[in-house]
């Protein structure tokens, strides 16, 4: 069966520090990755897909950026954290047109 | 542009009695999904149930079922004799097989009562 895993699960950052948080997926082949963020209180806003290994789609233009270095591995990175970038951090895998969460990581920029 | 929009900011229901949640949709495509995920406490968001728009049956998933009205461009959500872990956030969400994206909407927590 396929899991997806997200770490670390709570990251607490000064602001203008970097941020890497990753997400794999086990038990699949050649997934679409995304990573989505979700305020307090609010629904879910994508911030990047891929379809493959290197390619990368960004909806929303900020300070955060992604990279897909190996088929099942997804990376979100910023070089300098903002306070705005606070909230929670979904990874999700999909094979056709459901996709499956991981369980999030918590961000708090302080 | 699909959009999603749950009117329901918060609803709230007795233990083992019937809720629906609403939910409408717009999209230009002729073909999609929608769905409904559940993100309890834990936030952990999770698939609930599932429905092809080419399908004119209702989705049931145990004690889950959908109210999908096509040219209405309703998708309800009915959780019946419910229970204390159903207790959560409640998102409705339309997939776009052109872009291959899922378009949330803003959710509706759901309350339990004993």
């Known amino acids: 069966s396929q899991t997806i895993h997200q770490w670390p699960a709570t990251l607490v950052q000064p602001v203008g520090s970097p941020l890497s948080l990753e997400c794999t997926v086990e038990?699949?082949?050649?997934?679409?990755l995304y990573w989505y963020r979700q305020a307090a209180g609010r629904g879910l806003q994508l911030l990047f897909y891929s379809v493959g290994i290197g390619q990368i789609s960004s909806e929303v233009p900020q300070n955060l950026s992604a990279s897909r270095p190996q088929d099942r591995q997804f990376i979100l990175s910023s070089k300098k954290l903002l306070l705005s970038d606070s909230g929670f951090y979904l990874c999700?895998?999909?094979?056709?047109?459901?996709?499956?969460f991981g369980p999030g990581t918590r961000l708090t920029v302080t | 542009a699909q959009t999603v929009t749950q009117s329901q900011p918060e609803m709230s229901v007795q233990e083992a009695e019937t809720v629906t949640l609403s939910c409408t949709y717009d999209?230009?495509?002729?073909?999609?999904?929608l769905f409904w995920y559940k993100q309890p406490p834990s936030r952990q968001m999770i698939l609930v149930i599932r429905q092809e728009a080419y399908k004119q049956q209702n989705a049931t998933e145990n004690r889950f079922s959908v109210n999908f009205q096509k040219a209405a461009k309703s998708f309800s959500l009915k959780i019946s004799d419910s229970q204390l872990g159903d207790a959560a956030m409640y998102f409705c969400?339309?997939?776009?097989?052109?872009?291959?994206?899922?378009?949330f909407g803003t959710g509706t927590r759901l309350t339990i009562i004993p």
């Open positions: 999700a895998w999909s094979a056709l047109y459901e996709q499956y």
């Open positions: 038990g699949t082949s050649n997934p679409n």
């Open positions: 999209t230009s495509e002729s073909d999609y999904y």
């Open positions: 969400a339309s997939y776009n097989f052109g872009n291959e994206k899922l378009t």
